[in-house]
């Protein structure tokens, strides 16, 4: 049965498919969200543009048409005065003042007023009534510029307080050409509506406004502002001031806050014509954000959805594509298991048939030693009795006839006494024996029936438990071990004697209705010889079968074992490979404690310790060692108080018993060990003595926990134990 291979095709070709559709729920919906929104950013971009394009245009040619009106009223205001000196136009002033009227009539709708400004600022002549004579204009840049630089047409915001409040921006020319003194401006006022209300007309988006700006960055007029213009804050280190500077015309409208608002707009501009003006259009940069962060949201949450049920479908593949790998892993390990049973079955066959057939051998052997025995007593009677028959009077050739007799009697005994062992049928004295030191004891006469050449080597658990067995047969069976061994290494090597824990389970004993599964103290006997074949292993412990020569064995040392370890209730077997050696394990069953310890000191009677005024609570899980413990302690003057388990322990403690000592059990059903109820305990009241008690000593604190933290004793323990070490405790508490 090969699953394996299935296995291997399924992992390496399907699991691909969830895995791209996976990457693809992911990496699709993140190209089209980026696809998306790219493609409303450049479409949105050049909406903007196509927008602010059209805005500055339509603005531009206003302000062209504006500007060339004012400029060929300039050139009238030339004609009417360049050959008048000042004295001139002084004399002359309500002339040229009523022809100045006519001029600006005739563009009433853009001129508030035309105007001479003498060299040193001061108003000639105005047409406007509402211009005070000789009123103080010197604050007006381009009187500046045309003293200091070349001498063109300006552009300037009206001074404050003298054109009027009609008036918007400032056009001016100086009255003398390039190459001679300068004499003064030929001022033309515009008037500010006339670039406004265009300007409202034009707008095409909420909270979108126009400005007028010369090309150094001055603002001349803005749409809706009430405080005088100042120069627009561009921020000449930032993309918007560079741009400005070196673009007359933005080729798309750029983020930015000229006005120092505050709030971000488009900005974008546009000169007009050849003169140093430019247009400059502005719209909230915030509504179009949320206009594309709705586009953002909108287009993210479609892609999610695609994404989610791309995952959805990635998943569902994927879970039954495990499904269906669990349930092939699941029919390999049926397969492997039931493999295994039948394995472990023809292993329990074998072992139990091998086991019936000793155990016919040894009903056999039995009764035919039982009655072999019988004819050995009627012989060696009749020999007892001729020898008292013919007491001196016998010869010698009959008195060595008759020792002969006694003496094959003998070993006919001795044969007998294998048998009775083999059939588990010899009387035994069984007793709890220490294990290493039977071993250690019986090293000189092994050493004595091993060859020089043999190196013996024991290995011996020092915490090893007693075991149960009789000592004499023990020592003959591992004599027995022993002179196998020996024999199967004729040119010497090495033979080892280990003891340890064992644990066998019910496969290990098939075919073994003695023995129990459980706890054994293991004895192996391992050697370095030439080991045996499967077929001589399978019939090693059968009674007279041997490999050996005629003469060297008579087949009964294995079996006399495997009848000696079947009859105290304990277990053999062997292991051996050829050309590698053998091993022989005994596994004995555990004896009592209380008989193989050696006396323990001496403890404080019971007497000697008071338990008056002294409360213990007593926690005990098994009735039984609970009602004991409750009885002895009170015998000893104690106030005890029971508990079957943890929770109700710390029930009691909660509701205020009196307990001085906490005397608990460590492994306790209800999911809280002794331990977690000594560190409740201590953490509920401080104070209280805790003495735990265990049948695995020092092993449970290890496993549970709390090792070096309470005290403990060991089961079974008896009254003046305990009571000594409760007087300990409250000894300890007194003096803390």
């Not at 019939?539 to 020569?549: C, I, V, Y």
Request: glycine share 8%; with cysteine.
């Amino acid at each position: 049965m090969q699953t394996r291979p299935i296995t291997t095709r399924l992992a390496l070709s399907r699991p691909a498919r969830p895995a791209v559709i996976l990457a693809a729920a992911v990496v699709l919906p993140v190209l089209l969200f980026a696809m998306l929104v790219s493609h409303d950013q450049a479409r949105r971009l050049e909406a903007l543009e196509t927008h602010a394009a059209a805005a500055t245009a339509l603005a531009r040619e206003q302000a062209l048409r504006v500007t060339e009106a004012a400029v060929h009223a300039l050139d009238h205001l030339e004609d009417a005065t360049s050959a008048l000196g000042w004295a001139q136009v002084q004399a002359r002033r309500t002339a040229l003042q009523a022809e100045l009227r006519r001029l600006e009539q005739a563009q009433s709708a853009m001129i508030a007023t035309l105007a001479l400004l003498r060299p040193d600022g001061r108003i000639a002549v105005a047409g406007s009534t509402e211009v005070a004579a000789l009123a103080d204009a010197s604050g007006l840049g381009a009187l500046r510029a045309a003293q200091e630089g070349p001498r063109r047409l300006a552009f300037d915001p009206p001074p404050p307080g003298v054109f009027g409040p009609k008036a918007g921006l400032v056009i001016s020319r100086p009255r003398a050409p390039e190459g001679r003194p300068f004499d003064g401006l030929l001022l033309a006022v515009l008037r500010a509506d006339v670039f406004e209300g265009p300007w409202r007309e034009a707008v095409m988006r909420p909270g979108a406004r126009f400005a007028l700006v010369r090309e150094d960055g001055t603002i001349l007029l803005r749409q809706g502002a009430e405080e005088t213009p100042g120069t627009l804050r561009l921020g000449l280190d930032g993309p918007l001031g560079a741009a400005f500077a070196e673009q007359p015309t933005a080729p798309r409208p750029l983020p930015g806050d000229p006005f120092g608002e505050g709030a971000l707009q488009y900005v974008a501009w546009r000169q007009v014509g050849g003169l140093p003006l430019r247009v400059v259009y502005t719209f909230p940069l915030r509504p179009e954000q949320r206009r594309a962060t709705a586009t953002m949201v909108v287009v993210g949450i479609a892609c999610g959805l695609a994404a989610l049920l791309l995952s959805l479908l990635a998943l569902g593949l994927h879970r039954r594509m495990q499904h269906d790998r669990e349930t092939l892993a699941r029919l390999e390990a049926n397969a492997a298991d039931l493999r295994a049973e039948i394995a472990r079955r023809e292993t329990a066959e074998a072992n139990l048939r091998a086991a019936q057939r000793l155990e016919g051998l040894g009903r056999l052997t039995g009764g035919v030693a039982h009655d072999f025995n019988n004819l050995l007593t009627a012989i060696l009677g009749t020999v007892r009795a001729l020898e008292r028959h013919l007491g001196p009077q016998a010869d010698e050739r009959t008195r060595r006839l008759l020792a002969a007799a006694a003496a094959a009697v003998d070993r006919g005994a001795r044969l007998n006494a294998s048998l009775l062992a083999f059939a588990r049928r010899q009387p035994l004295v069984l007793a709890s024996l220490d294990p290493n030191a039977l071993v250690r004891d019986f090293r000189p006469l092994l050493r004595r029936a091993l060859d020089e050449s043999i190196m013996l080597e024991l290995a011996l658990d020092e915490k090893l438990p007693p075991c149960q067995a009789d000592a004499a047969q023990l020592e003959a069976a591992l004599l027995n071990l022993a002179i196998n061994a020996r024999d199967a290494m004729p040119r010497g090597g090495r033979l080892r004697i280990a003891t340890r824990r064992a644990w066998l389970q019910e496969q290990a004993l098939a075919g073994n209705p003695e023995a129990q599964p459980g706890p054994y103290v293991a004895i192996e006997v391992r050697d370095t010889g030439t080991g045996m074949p499967p077929e001589v292993r399978e019939r090693a412990f059968e009674p007279f079968f041997t490999t050996k020569r005629d003469g060297q064995g008579t087949g009964l040392g294995l079996s006399q074992v495997f009848g000696f370890m079947r009859q105290i209730g304990g277990h053999v077997a062997i292991q051996s490979v050829p050309g590698r050696g053998t091993a022989v394990t005994l596994y004995l069953p555990l004896g009592s404690e209380a008989e193989a310890a050696p006396a323990r000191p001496a403890l404080v009677p019971a007497g000697a310790v008071s338990g008056s005024g002294v409360s213990v609570l007593v926690v005990e899980d098994e009735p039984t060692v609970r009602a004991v413990a409750v009885e002895m302690l009170t015998d000893a003057g104690f106030t005890v108080l029971a508990a079957p388990d943890g929770p109700t322990a710390l029930q009691l403690l909660r509701e205020g018993v009196a307990a001085d000592v906490l005397f608990s059990d460590v492994v306790m059903p209800g999911g809280m060990t002794g331990v977690d109820l000594a560190r409740e305990a201590r953490r509920l009241r401080p104070e209280i003595g805790v003495l735990l008690a265990s049948g695995y000593a020092a092993e449970a604190l290890a496993k549970h926990g709390g090792a070096g933290e309470f005290d403990l004793i060991g089961k079974p323990y008896d009254l003046d134990a305990v009571v000594a070490r409760i007087g300990a405790l409250c000894r300890r508490q007194a003096a803390a």
